[in-house]
């Protein structure tokens, strides 16, 4: 469906009548105002805000959607904008933003239910602290945590380095409050760990990128604080002795295994030459390093890392590690990390980039790789992929980086048969083409790689009944 934006006249209307349904603060015109939340993270999604609208809680986010509902209005719900499928922004036909960001308030921290209720707008490390100082954890840590916000985690269904142990953000909501496009305000913000009462209303929401409804405030499970880490890094040769490193710490740490994940060769020098006080702990270049991280309580951490030490030391005499180190204090292990968590960062540094996010049988990955480099140096000479991700959950992103020198603009141009080239892949491996990032503007028409026709109907019948006149996100997730 093409949407026609409303005339001038009409728009400053709306947007006067609009602005008399919330506070001061929870209107924004001006344009160099308007800017930050008209872009998206990478940089590489820009449109054109008709307002932002900043509501500071529920009823108000209910009175704008009603008013936006009536009169036909598209609109964006935006969180932290960490997203990277180009689904938090508004594209060129242009929209209102109605962004949670004012939305913060930790409604409470229940420590003997060990759950946490908090506003949508709260962002992710700031509801992690919460936990913390609750002695209890948050089991959801992404490398954007410092700017992601709860609504937008949900509305992702945001996975992480924590999903080995613990799941997707889905296996941790226990409730959602939610207002659907004509403003109904759906209370489902219940803490219940069980509650078997017809439909599951709130697994609807989650994961559907904005387009079925507002997440305005969340419940989520806690669990019992890890107080210590076992941390080391591996450096592997071949992709089938990263599944030897993943086997032995599986059956090593069974239920204590919080990440394995891993880092290709180009990615860890890249980090290291991009971000301030990185540095690869290997005097070699390896294939691949790969991140360990046993979760322990104070007291098993000591014991957690003599085990570590010792299944890494019997992968190294049987010639499955070429070389390893274990992190010593709680700086070394941060340090690791940013080896692994500064890749996005890193990449975005360097050149223009167009990223995939895919899931394999973790056997088939290195398989992949090797496929995929062959593919992509078909499609243009001199790009640069790089390669790291969540091995364990068989989760590999692929940042293509340009050709050197290349801009942005002419990249542009690259972005369809590259995608073309590496979703062909996918299906040859049976895998998936969005393994926690999303669908958004990039992989929608590509969503029947991946979900069968009558699928896509039934969710374009699920939509057709919550947002009956498409205001909600349109031209995202659904072809
Ligand atoms: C450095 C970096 C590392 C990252 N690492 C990971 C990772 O490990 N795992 C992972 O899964 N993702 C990762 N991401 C992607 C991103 O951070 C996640 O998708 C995150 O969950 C998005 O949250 P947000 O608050 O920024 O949402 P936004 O970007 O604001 O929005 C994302 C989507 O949700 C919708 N939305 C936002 N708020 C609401 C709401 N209240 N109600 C309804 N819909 C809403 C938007 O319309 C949009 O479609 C990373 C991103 C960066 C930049």
Partial sequence: MTRRPPSVADLERHVEQLGSLVDTAGLITDPAQMAAYERDWMG?????????????????????????????????????????VGGSVPDAAGAFVLSVERM???????????????????????????????????????GSKGSCRIGGNISTNAGGLKVLRYGHIRDQVLGLEVVLADGTVLDGLTTLRKNNTGYDLKQVFIGAEGTLGVVTAASLKLHPAEAGRAVAMVAVDRFEDVTRVLGAVR????????????????????????LDGARSPFADTH????LIEVGSDDAAAAAERERLETVIGRLIEDEHVADAIIAQSEAQAEALWLLREGVPEAVGRTAPVHKYDLTFAVGDIGHFIADCDLALARVARGLRPIYFGHVADGNVHVNVMAPQGMSAEGYRALQAPIDEAVFDLVGQYRGSISAEHGIGQVKRAYLDRNRSAAEIRTMQMLKAVLDPHGILNPGRLLP
């Fill in 104 to 142: 913060t308030r930790i409604r409470e921290v229940d420590t003997v239910g060990a759950s946490i209720t908090m506003d949508a707008g709260v962002v992710l490390e700031t509801a992690q602290a919460a936990a913390r100082e609750a002695g209890l954890m948050l089991a959801l840590d992404l």
């Fill in 251 to 274: 059956s090593t740490f069974p239920g204590r295994l919080n990440s394995v994940e891993l880092i290709g060769a180009d990615a860890v020098t890249l980090v290291a030459t991009a």
């Fill in 44 to 84: 590489k999604f820009q449109g054109r805000a008709f307002a932002v609208l900043r509501p500071r809680d529920t009823a108000a986010v209910s009175r704008l959607l009603s008013y936006l509902n009536t009169h036909r209005l598209a609109v964006v719900p935006q969180a932290g904008n960490t997203g990277l």
């Fill in 287 to 290: 294939t691949y390093a790969v």
